[in-house]
């Protein structure tokens, strides 16, 4: 047990310095919008999948927080997280470029003035509340689960149910040298549900009203 509030412990201090530092440079969404021709041809293209490690929608990011974007992006250069592509793009990017992508999109699609209910409309069944309660899944997602409590935290209503799936089962993987993320709290907490569980609490994510979405985008502009 102490071990594992060392290494819990370890990763909240990792973040909030990482989030402290990232808040020393600022994105400029303009500069964002001239940066992301690697995004566009998986996240601004409607229903598109990836094949990696097996097929699902990608992830939803118009309308994501800059500050999860941000993080995930760091995750993806340092290796944190193991998905060979988005490794390969995430080195190519300087810190300003990210905090530029990252100020991008989470302006990108939004509708100003239009806000969601602070708790979710839709309510889970007996089964997936139970789930839900399990892990505390609203304590650090929101009520809503678009209102994260921390900025790298990630908004997961409304995503994509695959992806969700897929993302979920990889906290829960060890010692692979190509799959897997490596965050000891999200580790923690997947790793006391079953596959089928964490499908269940996918399948309920995605059918909640959020915020994110996919905008289109040509790569001739």
């Known amino acids: ?9 370890t990763v909240v201090v990792s973040c909030v310095t990482a989030s402290s530092l990232a808040q020393d440079i600022k994105g400029d969404a303009k500069a964002g919008a001239t940066k992301n021709s690697m995004c566009i041809g998986c996240h601004g293209i409607s229903g598109y999948q990836s094949s990696f490690p097996e097929v699902y929608k990608v992830p939803m990011i118009s309308g994501q927080g800059a500050g999860y974007i941000a993080a995930a992006l760091h995750e993806y ?18 810190e300003q470029d990210i905090a530029d992508l990252a100020a991008y999109y989470s302006g990108h699609g939004v509708v100003a003035g239009v806000e969601l209910p602070a708790k979710a409309v839709k ?13 505390n899944c609203s304590s650090c997602h929101g009520a809503n689960f678009s209102k994260p409590i921390d900025p790298s935290y990630p908004k997961i209503a409304g995503q994509h149910a695959d992806y969700l799936f897929v993302a979920l089962k990889s906290y829960k993987v060890d010692n692979n040298p190509v799959v897997g993320r490596g965050n000891a709290i999200m580790g923690g907490m997947a790793k006391q549900y079953s596959n089928a569980e964490l499908k269940l609490l996918a399948g309920y994510l995605s059918s909640v009203q959020g915020e994110l979405k996919v905008v289109p985008e040509s790569w001739f502009r």
Do not use: D, W, Y
């Not at 250069?77 to 300087?94: D, N, V, Y």
């Not at 309510?123 to 892990?135: F, M």
């Open 1 to 9: 047990m102490n071990k594992l509030f060392t290494t819990i412990f």
């Open 77 to 94: 250069k340092k290796g944190e997280r193991k998905h060979p592509t988005m490794r390969g793009i995430a080195q190519t990017l300087t």
């Open 123 to 135: 309510a889970p069944s007996a089964e997936v509340l139970a789930l839900l309660n399990k892990a």
